[in-house]
T-cell receptor, first 114, second 112 residues
Framework: NAGVTQTPKFQVLKTGQSMTLQCAQDMNHEYMSWYRQDPGMGLRLIHYSVGAGITDQGEVPNGYNVSRSTTEDFPLRLLSAAPSQTSVYFC?????????????FGSGTRLTVV | GQQVMQIPQYQHVQEGEDFTTYCNSSTTLSNIQWYKQRPGGHPVFLIQLVKSGEVKKQKRLTFQFGEAKKNSSLHITATQTTDVGTYFCAGHNAGNNRKLIWGLGTSLAVNP
């Protein structure tokens, strides 16, 4: 099993550009989520999904869109990149929202907006 | 809003010394999870505790969940250089099992 796969691993964007961060899992997990990690800020939840067709906002959703058309995929879209979105982005999935068996994280996407 | 405070923020130890990190929540948690993130890596799930007063061990690591389900600790006995990284606690609010509330982490450095 590959677990949670994120692409790309690194990305540099210009202010105002848009892009999609990809996340795919092969564990048949119902729950998927996106976090951003900034120095001194810990992990902050952007959006999450409890199943295909269902998404909801986390604590820092502004500037990001998500959709969940399949169980496996949960892409994160940056609509108009801003320097404040420079961060490391992690996708995480779990068997259920309660994360009874823990959350499995992808290896991350390191995004720089200039 | 609900917060999980984690202390200390940083800890520097000599190899062989013990290490403890503490988490305190402002509200009751339904569970507490612990993760380890190596430098440049991603968080990796270590364990989940769900019962009041629960204690679990993984080799040199001991995890505790407080009686009131508001605090937790991770203790590492006789640290090794392989223990280097940031340790995060995270828990679910007793009324919301869809969002993990994360501590800011404790960064552990180990001198060989």
């Amino acid at each position: 099993n590959a677990g949670v796969t994120q692409t790309p691993k690194f990305q540099v964007l210009k202010t105002g550009q848009s892009m999609t961060l990809q996340c795919a899992q092969d564990m048949n997990h119902e729950y998927m989520s996106w976090y951003r990690q900034d120095p001194g800020m810990g992990l902050r939840l952007i959006h999450y999904s409890v199943g295909a067709g269902i998404t909801d906002q986390g604590e820092v959703p502004n500037g990001y869109n998500v959709s969940r058309s399949t169980t496996e995929d949960f892409p994160l879209r940056l609509l108009s990149a801003a320097p404040s979105q420079t961060s490391v982005y992690f996708c995480a999935s779990s068997y259920s929202g309660t994360g009874r068996f823990g959350y499995t994280f992808g290896s991350g996407t390191r995004l720089t907006v200039v | 809003g609900q917060q999980v405070m984690q202390i200390p923020q940083y800890q520097h130890v000599q190899e062989g010394e013990d290490f403890t990190t503490y988490c305190n929540s402002s509200t009751t948690l339904s569970n507490i999870q612990w993760y380890k993130q190596r430098p440049g890596g991603h968080p990796v799930f270590l364990i989940q505790l769900v019962k009041s007063g629960e204690v679990k061990k993984q080799k040199r690591l001991t995890f505790q969940f407080g009686e009131a389900k508001k605090n937790s600790s991770l203790h590492i006995t006789a640290t090794q250089t392989t223990d280097v990284g940031t340790y995060f606690c995270a828990g679910h609010n007793a009324g919301n099992n869809r969002k993990l509330i994360w501590g800011l982490g404790t960064s552990l450095a180990v001198n060989p």
